[in-house]
């Protein structure tokens, strides 16, 4: 039913309408009563193969959500119930910010993929924040992706991300710093090192200090940096006592792509993200993990459409999966299926538990 909803509606929508409208059904529908808790039991049905536990936390399965679908903390309590082993809301900024001017997100369904150039269009963490301590449910667990607020100059963005860490340190269960948006303008060149370091040094110690405790602290990094940038990146981690990396946010690259390249060249400027960032993904991955071991947790992300997808990750080195795009295109009863599809792929190994298959064809 749901292809048949994209197919014949929702594709044709512009981009940023459709999401919206997604996210306003899931809203509405948890909110009749009895829905949650019927979706919960039919959708949410973790398999004790895939419980990982990570980042000092409990996760029921590897398959999280990306941030970006959940922008503004709105529906994770929806979200949860479709069966999700984690998720990821933002990016929130310090302050509040419209974003880019719209049209800013496109379909190029022929590649199954997004483009996107919102610019972390947000109420503000303080708003974000609110949301996630009303919550009536402490399950699953719950990320958030801070980002600079677009009008702060780069000379500024510390005491900017660290005011917004301070707003969510209490009810992040992991703060993922993101330094690597390519629709926030100089944005990624906080990457380097020598600007990432007291960054992360920075948010750490806000953190520690707000939330009186140690909140696990992860940087989401960009598939277009160089190689050698990739392993400065991984040493600067171990070295700064990071708890993990992300990898990888959306692409400025169209390489690859068989949509119409007239149409490709219209959209513009902007992220992309699903299925041709699959490759590069993968390559980003194995090279995190042949530079820090299993000395920090690896969260995968780009391109992650299916079971064997997500599988792949998992051996390849990653502790925790996630996908944007590939929930978009699949609807809402893609985690089951991916939590299904993955689950009998362990079983198939021979692996009592999906723990045990991490990084198993990287070592």
Known sequence: MYHLLFGHLLRHLPAEAAHLMALYVLRFSVAVPGVSRML???LAKPDAVLAVEALGMHFPSPIGLAAGFDKQAQAVDALAALGFGFIEVGTVTAFPQPGNRKPR??????????????????????AAAARLRARQRCEPVVGVNIGKTTAVANAEALADYIVCAQYVADVANYVSVNVSSPNTPGLRDLQAVERLRPLIVGVRGALDRRAGRRIPLLVKISPD?????????????????LDGIIA???????????SDSHSVKKIGAGGLSGRPLKRRSLEV???????????IVLISVGGVETAEDAWCRIRAGATLVQAYTGFVYGGPLWP???????ALLVRQAGFAHVSEAIGVDAD
């Not at 050698?228 to 700064?240: N, P, S, V």
């Open 336 to 342: 089951q299926r991916i939590t299904d599809g993955l």
């Open 248 to 258: 990888v946010n959306t692409t400025v690259s169209r390489g690859g792509l068989v």
């Open 105 to 126: 997100v496109f379909h190029l369904a022929r590649d199954r993929a997004l483009v996107n150039r919102i610019g972390t269009s947000n109420d503000g963490a303080s």
């Open 225 to 241: 940096l160089r190689d050698e940038d990739i392993d400065e990146l991984a040493d600067l981690a171990l070295d700064t006592g």
């Open 285 to 295: 991955l194995r090279r995190l993990r042949s530079r820090a071991g299993d000395q």
């Open 40 to 42: 919960r039991r039919l």
